[in-house]
T-cell receptor
Framework: RKEVEQDPGPFNVPEGATVAFNCTYSNSASQSFFWYRQDCRKEPKLLMSVYSSGNEDGRFTAQLNRASQYISLLIRDSKLSDSATYLCVVTPPSGTYKYIFGTGTRLKVLA | DGGITQSPKYLFRKEGQNVTLSCEQNLNHDAMYWYRQDPGQGLRLIYYSQIVNDFQKGDIAEGYSVSREKKESFPLTVTSAQKNPTAFYLC?????????????FGPGTRLTVT
């Protein structure tokens, strides 16, 4: 089993739609969780950290479910500019500064 | 403006040559990282460093070497021993602390070896 798994997509959704992605992780003691956005041929950019209580930033909501070992990202009112690959990132327990990246979920928002 | 710079953006080399990729940060971050990304694939960790003059191998360190002589700089050398060096190379940095903080990335270097 991969340490971090994501559905590669693509998820094709119309503008204005709500879309959700999940990311599962294998180590129950994982410490920190993040969502990054990566545009084609560019570097990943931090979208948001994921906190235990869940957190929201505008149209984006992130949730953490430690019992089932997954994090989720919800995008409301999708824009064309949301088209990108969304990377899930998990850090192992204390003692190492490795960050483990999922392979990403590709989103295409259609006009 | 604080950030991470990588140079050059595109690099072309002949097989058998070593090449060094630059990474500089002015974020005052302690930890720095090198990743490789191949088309349609995720990021794979090559090396990381938590402190000056110390670094650890990541998952795919073979054929690569690094140095960390200054806090701001973490250059990566792709040696001729690396079998498939053509890839997108990304440098990142982060604060170190009790919890794991977010990483910030440079714009990357696309290396093509022929």
């Amino acid at each position: 089993r991969k340490e971090v798994e994501q559905d590669p997509g693509p998820f094709n959704v119309p503008e204005g739609a709500t879309v959700a992605f999940n990311c599962t992780y294998s180590n129950s003691a994982s410490q920190s969780f993040f969502w990054y956005r990566q545009d084609c041929r560019k570097e990943p950019k931090l979208l948001m950290s994921v906190y235990s209580s869940g957190n929201e930033d505008g149209r984006f909501t992130a949730q953490l479910n430690r019992a089932s070992q997954y994090i989720s990202l919800l995008i409301r009112d999708s824009k064309l500019s949301d088209s990108a690959t969304y990377l899930c990132v998990v850090t192992p327990p204390s003692g190492t500064y490795k960050y483990i990246f999922g392979t990403g979920t590709r989103l295409k928002v259609l006009a | 403006d604080g950030g991470i710079t990588q140079s050059p953006k595109y690099l072309f080399r002949k097989e058998g040559q070593n090449v060094t990729l630059s990474c500089e940060q002015n974020l005052n971050h302690d930890a720095m990282y090198w990743y490789r990304q191949d088309p349609g694939q995720g990021l794979r960790l090559i090396y990381y460093s938590q402190i000056v003059n110390d670094f650890q191998k990541g998952d795919i360190a073979e054929g690569y070497s690094v140095s960390r002589e200054k806090k701001e700089s973490f250059p990566l050398t792709v040696t001729s021993a690396q079998k498939n060096p053509t890839a997108f190379y990304l440098c990142a940095s982060s604060i170190m602390g009790g919890r794991r903080y977010e990483q910030y990335f440079g714009p990357g270097t696309r290396l093509t070896v022929t």
